[in-house]
């Protein structure tokens, strides 16, 4: 099925076509390149560098390392943007983010019917947008990232956002889950938005396709009963087919399964795709 994601507070994706997006991040406006926006954009490029505050430029077609070339003299290099009940801490990166996945507005809002009695472990966590908007419930969460920077980053966040004790954990995703089941401990929601590639706490190389049976077949052992699982896939190799064979030896030991497509229609009036999702309820 094809999902909408709704805007976080605060942000809009005003644009997109022709390899790249334009945003809208409280006050500041940039432009980044989008692989999945190969279509004609609905405002003229012309019309979009005059709106914009920042243009990321890649080094090269295809690769997410450039850098930032100011539109107006007034653009930051960083700032913070306020959506829900969380704050964010926002940059210009050399590797096209700020920091933030919008998109993931769809999952952050249920995190919101999450409570004292429930625990939040967030995967592949990134800088704790997820973490963040569970612990503001008064959830238990962990949050688990291989890379140090981002467990970091995710600190800040839980800082300007006035919230604490988030248990903060620099880990290999799948590691850490295989030492949680010989612990026995049990998660009400967990959520994993792993990247198509990358490293583990230790340096060592992973693709999406070859980690993720694994990782969900793991993650269910510790998944609590009526809990639920939500996996992200960004991966052009891991699609709806992919994921349908793959949940297919998990169908009679859960409740239930849904494989969905995410998508944010910009205002414009321009579909972008953001990969298939997968949630599973025990």
């Not at 960083?78 to 990166?93: A, I, V, Y």
């Not at 010989?182 to 967990?190: P, Q």
């Not at 396709?209 to 699982?229: F, N, R, T, V, W």
């Not at 953001?274 to 309820?281: A, L, P």
Request: hydrophobic share 40%; net charge neutral; aromatic share 12%.
């Amino acid at each position: 099925m094809k999902v909408r994601a709704p805007f976080p507070e605060n942000y809009e994706l005003l644009d997109a076509g022709g390899g790249f997006k334009l945003e809208r991040w409280g006050e500041i406006i940039t432009i980044r390149p989008e692989h999945q926006a190969y279509f004609k954009s609905g405002i003229p490029f012309t019309e979009w560098k005059q709106l914009a505050d920042a243009e990321f430029i890649p080094v090269s077609s295809g690769s997410l390392q450039g850098k930032w070339h100011k539109l107006k003299a007034t653009c930051p290099d960083f700032w913070e943007f306020q959506s829900g009940p969380c704050t964010f801490h926002l940059e210009l990166t050399s590797n096209k983010h700020v920091g933030l996945f919008p998109e993931q507005q769809i999952h952050w809002q249920e995190l919101l019917a999450l409570n004292s009695d429930h625990c939040f472990l967030n995967l592949f966590a990134y800088t704790g947008a997820a973490s963040c908007y569970a612990r503001s419930t008064g959830a238990h969460v962990t949050h688990v990232d291989s890379v140090k920077a981002m467990n970091d980053w995710g600190k800040r966040n839980m800082e300007l956002s006035g919230l604490s004790d988030i248990r903060w954990l620099h880990d290999d995703a799948l590691k850490f889950v295989e030492k949680e089941i010989k612990r026995g401990n049990l998660y009400d929601v967990i959520q994993m938005d792993p990247p198509a590639w990358g490293m583990g706490a230790k340096r060592e190389k992973w693709k999406l396709e070859d980690l993720l049976p694994s990782l969900i077949e793991k993650a269910l052992q510790i998944l609590a009963p009526g809990g639920s699982l939500i996996v992200n896939t960004y991966s052009p190799k891991v699609r709806q087919k992919e994921l349908l064979q793959l949940m297919l030896p998990f169908q009679h030991a859960v409740r239930k399964i849904s494989i969905d497509e995410l998508w944010m229609q910009s205002n414009s009036g321009k579909d972008l795709f953001y990969g298939d999702y997968v949630k599973v309820w025990k």
